[in-house]
């Protein structure tokens, strides 16, 4: 059973850095494209960031260009999402998916929420930007 779980959120203050971990359990995370999406109160779900396999090919949403990266170790079935320079309307429960037949490409949005080609979602970690 494909399981994914974030860990690392948490409260911050505007500036500050956190960093999202994502471990993935019942399948081989090499074998699939990772996307971090995030939920802010009262907002539908937006997708933040994608990361192809190999991690070689990594995309942005505009609003986080510059102050999110994004990284995998596959040998550790592992994915991250560094965010540094953070601001209060990043505050969202941030959600890591994993996809096997999505593409992760410049210029374009990995997928939207409830994308059949999402074979996985977590369960979430919240992350509050506040004073």
């Known amino acids: 059973q494909l399981q994914l779980v974030e860990s690392g959120g948490g409260l911050v203050q505007p500036g500050g850095s956190l960093r999202l971990s994502c471990a993935a359990s019942g399948f081989i995370l090499d074998h699939y494209a990772i996307g971090w999406f995030r939920q802010a109160p009262g907002k539908e779900r937006e997708w933040v960031s994608c990361?192809?396999?190999?991690?070689?090919?990594?995309n942005y949403v505009d609003a986080v260009k510059g102050r999110f990266t994004i990284s995998r170790e596959n040998t550790k079935n592992m994915a991250y999402l560094q965010m540094d320079s953070l601001k209060p309307e990043d505050t969202a429960v941030y959600y890591c998916?994993?996809?096997?037949?999505?593409?992760?490409?410049?210029?374009?949005?990995?997928?939207?929420?409830?994308?059949?080609?999402?074979?996985?979602w977590g369960k979430g970690t919240l992350v509050t930007v506040s004073s």
């Open positions: 998916a994993a996809a096997q037949y999505k593409l992760c490409a410049p210029g374009a949005t990995f997928a939207y929420p409830g994308d059949p080609g999402i074979d996985a």
């Open positions: 990361i192809n396999r190999s991690g070689e090919t990594v």
